[in-house]
Each structure stands twice: as structure tokens, then as C-alpha cells.
């Protein structure tokens, strides 16, 4: 049986995180740089850069839509000097991993696939797994019957889609029924905008909300604060933040689905490291996933989970001074 656990300035996420050294550099490009989520890939790609004697030179586009950013960031490798590349893919690189392999530099994916590169080695969370377990969740909550909306972040995107359709499945399979599916966005502000227009035209019709990740679940936090009676709904998000947590805490969540990013950033660097030594690797790393509920936070093992993959948050959870 699987074992279930269940903003950075932009002008600094740009800057390469240390000194680049060409005899031991590696290359790491997150998806996207605002997300509390990449800065803890960040944290423990550093940690396993220190712990392995090499150089991290961390530069990440502002957001996964930012595709072409990305790649100008990607093609930096060779002015470089790295000997690995690290990347969280925002498009399709199958002809670029094929010429930098053959210059013998190993390129390893994290968080997400895309292309069709099969043999590339991956380091992420089994991501149609979490999303199942989203589905599980809610079903449960709903007591196997019951309507859903689904709040989507963007088509192609391969972490997101297998979670969206993860959760469809095991929704579908226990009971549940989707009324709503949608596309918001990675863009805050607008992905509000979108969620409380349809949740307003809903109102009345569904029982629950499933987001995918940090920016689709934050708009719909946000857009339940112009709906009267939310507080009844089965809302389950993805990832995690400081708002989101809070949002746990207080109710307004029932559930998020949150990954553990300082593994995906540590285990990353370590496998490019291995392939720069040439020595055995998995091709692919599951790096494994929490569910955080209200009554999870009470439990040691989530806490301690959290202590390592969102130190930030851990004070949220310390009891205040009149308590």
C-alpha cells in the first residue's frame, strides 16, 4: 500500500543563487518564481548543491505561461558551463535534450513533464495520484454523493492536468458528479475574477471546489469572500502559502493537497549529480504529497513534514500568547 502523508521578490528569484563555478555548476530553472512552492524547490536545491560540492545557478520565468522566457533561460547552459541542467519544463525540449546530451550533459525534469521525452529522469510528485486523492477526499466529505465544480490552471501543463484529471476520476468514481469545468489561469487577479463569475452563475448547484494548484486555489479563496454561504462547501485546493494555510486553519479550506518541494529541488540536484558521475539513478523520483486538513495540523508527522518542506508556515501552527 502507498504510504499517503496524508513572494519572493521577482528581482531576487532572478539572480543566480550563488557563484557560478563551470567545473561544478548545475543549472536549475523552476516553473515559475512567485509561488511560495519554488522557493522551497529553491531551498533544497541549494542544500543539495552544498551537501554535493556543486554550484547552483537558479533562475527561474515569472510563471509557467511565461514559456518563452524560459527557454531564453534554458539556453543559457552553454555560456554557462554547467555540467547538468534541472528544469521544471513549460514547453517542449525533446530536440534541445537531444543536443545537450550528446554534448554529455544530462538534463533532468522536475515537477512536470512535457514533450516526448520518456527517458528523461523525473523528479516530482505522482501528480494523477494526488489529484485521486483530492477526488477521495472530497467524496468522502460528501458522503459519496454530491455536485463539483473544478476550477482549472492551464491546458498542457502536465503536472496540473494529471492531478484535474486524478481528481475527475476518483470524484467520478465515488459518486460524485462535475457540473462545472473551467480554465482560470496562472494569473491571480484575473483567475478571481473568472471563479467568482462562475460560482456566482453556480450558486446553489454544487457542494464542492477542486483547484490544482497555489494561483487557481488563492482566486478561489479569494472569490468565496463575495459568496454568501460558502462556508458550507467541500473546498479542496493545491499547494500551499501562508494565505492558504490560514485558510485551513480557519475553515475556509477543507483540505489542500500540498507537495513536498524541498524534496523536489534536493532529489533533483542529487540524480543530475549522479548523472554527471556517471552512476545509477531512477528514472523516475516520487517524491510523494501531504493532505493537510484541520485535523491533520494537530498530527506530528504532518507538522514535521511541514517543518521541512514550508519552515515559513510552522509559526502559524504555535499556539498564540493567550492560548
Known sequence: MRLFIVTVLWSLMVLPAMTVSAQSCIQVVPGGAVELFWQQVKRGALDAGRDLGYSIYF???KTSSHAQEQQKIVNM???LGCKALVVAPSMNYDEFIAQTEAQGIPVIYIDRMAGQSDLIDLVATDNYAAGQAAGRYMAE???GKGRVVLLR???GISS???REQGFIDAATASGLT???DSYIGDDVAEGRVLARSALTALKGQFDGIFTPNETTTTSVLLALEHLPGHQRLVNVGFDMSHRLLEGVINGQFSALIAQRPYRIGYDGVKVAALRVQHQGAPRQTDT???VISKAALASGSTREELKINYPELTQMLEPGPSQ
Open 59 to 61: 533562475r527561474g520565468a
Open 77 to 79: 547552459i552553454g555560456r
Open 141 to 143: 466529505q460528501l458522503g
Open 153 to 155: 490552471l492551464q491546458k
Open 160 to 162: 496540473t492536468d494529471l
Open 178 to 180: 462535475i457540473v462545472h
Open 288 to 290: 510523494g504529497y501531504l
